[in-house]
C-alpha cells in the first residue's frame, strides 16, 4: 500500500501544483500559435514596406537637394566681387594691361610693344595687332602721344583662372604734327582673362561686333 | 516545419534587397542633403546670387529706360518709374509732362540691347549697389531713318521691397574736363572708341 499512498499522494501533490502551473501556461499556450504566425507576417510586411518607403522618401528628398543645390552652385561658381582678394587682382591687372597696351607714344613705341608681347595671349594678340595697326603706321608722321585711361571696369565672371572684364575707358590722342591737337575719345569693350603660371593675360577682345562707323556715344554730361 | 524554413531564407534576401536599397537612399540623401546645406550655408554664395539679382535688375532698369515708343508713351514711362526708385524716381515724375511732349513731338522710337554689365560694387547691408552697362542705342526718327549709338551707362542701385532699382542713373563721362565734340579720325585704336 505504501506504493498506493505514494502514488495517491503524488498525484495529490501534483493535483496541487497543477492548477497554478496551467493557468500560468494557459494564455502564454494559447497566444503563442497567434504570435508565431503574426510576427513573420509581419516582419515580411512591415520590413521591406518600411524600407521602400523610406528609400522612396529619401530619393525625393536626395532630388530635390540635387536640384537647389546645383542651382545655387551656377551662380556661386561665378565669384566676381564675392571672392574680393581675386576680384581686384584681375580688375587691377587689366586696367594696366588695357591702359599699357593702348597707349603709345611716338617717341618710345618699344615700351607698348613690350607691354602686348608681356600681357597678351591667344587671339587677343591677333585682335590687338588690328586695332593697332593705324596707330602703329601712322604715329610716327603724326608725332602721335596716346593716352589710354580706364575710367570705369567691373569683373563680370570670375571663375577659377578664367574672367571677363567689363571696361569703360577715355583715349585721348595727341597729334603734334602738321595736324595738331587733342581728341578724347570714349570706349567700351570686354576683355576675356586667363591666369597662366600664376599671371593674368588678356587672351580675347570683345568689341560687341560693332558695325565700322557706328559712333559711341561721346557723353552730353 | 519546411515551409517555415523555406519562407525564412526567402525573408532576409528580400528585406535585405530593400534594406541595401534604403542604404543607398540614405547614402545618397546624405550626399546631395550635406552639399545643398554646404551651398545653402555659404555665405559667397549667398552674395553671388545677389549680385546676380542686382546685375539683372541694373541691367534691366537700363534697358527700360532706353526703350520707348512714341506711339506707346504712358506705357513706356510707367516701365521707365518701375525702374527706378529714389531721386531718379523723383526726376522722372517731375519731367515726365515736359518728356512727353517733346518725344510726341520730335515722333522717335528708341529700342536698346544690353551688350555687357558688371556690378562694380555692392553693400547687402545697405542694400546699394553700382552697375556698369554696355548699351547699344538704335533710334527710329519719324522719317524712319535709323541712329545707332553705344553708349556707357553707370548706375546706383537700391534695394526696395520690389526688389532691386535703379536710384540713379547716367552715362559715363568723357575726359576729366568736359569733353570736346570728339572727333573719331584714323589712330584712335580701340574696339568701340574710334
Not at chain 1, 112 to 139: H, I, S, W
Amino acid at each position: 500500500m505504501s506504493t498506493t499512498r505514494h502514488l495517491l499522494n503524488r498525484q495529490r501533490r501534483l493535483a496541487a501544483q497543477r492548477p497554478p502551473v496551467q493557468r500560468a501556461a494557459d494564455p502564454v499556450r494559447r497566444r503563442r500559435p497567434n504570435a508565431t504566425a503574426a510576427r513573420p507576417a509581419r516582419t515580411l510586411l512591415s520590413w521591406p514596406l518600411l524600407l521602400t518607403a523610406l528609400t522612396v522618401l529619401l530619393a525625393a528628398f536626395s532630388v530635390l537637394a540635387y536640384v537647389q543645390g546645383g542651382q545655387q552652385d551656377t551662380a556661386g561658381s561665378n565669384t566676381a566681387l564675392a571672392d574680393t582678394a581675386r576680384t581686384s587682382e584681375v580688375k587691377g591687372v587689366v586696367d594696366e594691361t588695357v591702359q599699357g597696351i593702348f597707349s603709345y607714344d611716338h617717341t618710345d613705341p618699344a615700351r607698348t610693344d613690350a607691354a602686348a608681347a608681356r600681357r597678351l595671349t591667344g587671339a587677343a594678340v591677333a585682335q590687338y595687332r588690328t586695332f593697332m595697326g593705324p596707330v602703329r603706321e601712322q604715329g610716327p608722321r603724326q608725332k602721335l602721344v596716346l593716352t589710354t585711361t580706364v575710367t570705369d571696369s567691373g569683373v563680370e565672371v570670375l571663375d577659377g583662372d578664367r574672367a571677363r572684364v567689363l571696361v569703360f575707358a577715355d583715349q585721348s590722342s595727341t597729334r603734334t604734327g602738321k595736324v595738331g591737337g587733342t581728341t578724347v575719345a570714349a570706349a567700351m569693350f570686354a576683355v576675356d582673362a586667363v591666369r597662366q603660371g600664376g599671371t593674368w593675360r588678356i587672351a580675347a577682345l570683345d568689341t560687341f561686333q560693332r558695325a565700322p562707323g557706328t559712333p559711341t556715344d561721346q557723353g552730353k554730361e | 516545419m519546411a515551409r517555415l524554413t523555406s519562407r525564412a531564407r526567402r525573408r532576409p534576401s528580400r528585406t535585405a534587397a530593400t534594406g541595401l536599397a534604403a542604404a543607398l537612399a540614405c547614402a545618397f540623401a546624405v550626399w546631395t542633403g550635406g552639399s545643398w546645406y554646404a551651398v545653402a550655408r555659404d555665405e559667397r554664395a549667398a552674395f553671388a546670387r545677389t549680385r546676380d539679382e542686382v546685375l539683372q535688375a541694373g541691367e534691366q532698369g537700363v534697358q527700360n529706360m532706353n526703350t520707348l515708343d512714341h506711339g506707346d508713351l504712358a506705357h513706356g514711362l510707367d516701365l521707365w518709374e518701375e525702374s527706378a526708385t529714389g531721386d531718379l524716381l523723383k526726376e522722372l515724375k517731375d519731367s515726365r509732362k515736359q518728356f512727353e511732349r517733346q518725344v510726341e513731338s520730335a515722333g522717335t522710337t528708341t529700342t536698346a540691347k544690353v551688350l555687357s554689365g558688371a556690378v562694380t560694387e555692392l553693400d547687402e547691408r545697405a542694400g546699394r549697389a553700382r552697375v556698369m552697362v554696355a548699351i547699344r542705342i538704335t533710334v527710329v526718327a519719324a522719317d524712319r531713318k535709323s541712329n545707332t549709338k553705344d553708349s556707357r551707362m553707370l548706375g546706383e542701385l537700391s534695394r526696395t521691397p520690389a526688389g532691386w532699382k535703379l536710384s540713379r542713373l547716367g552715362q559715363a563721362p568723357v575726359g576729366d574736363a568736359p569733353a570736346p565734340t570728339a572727333n573719331p579720325s584714323a589712330g584712335t585704336p580701340t574696339p568701340s572708341g574710334s
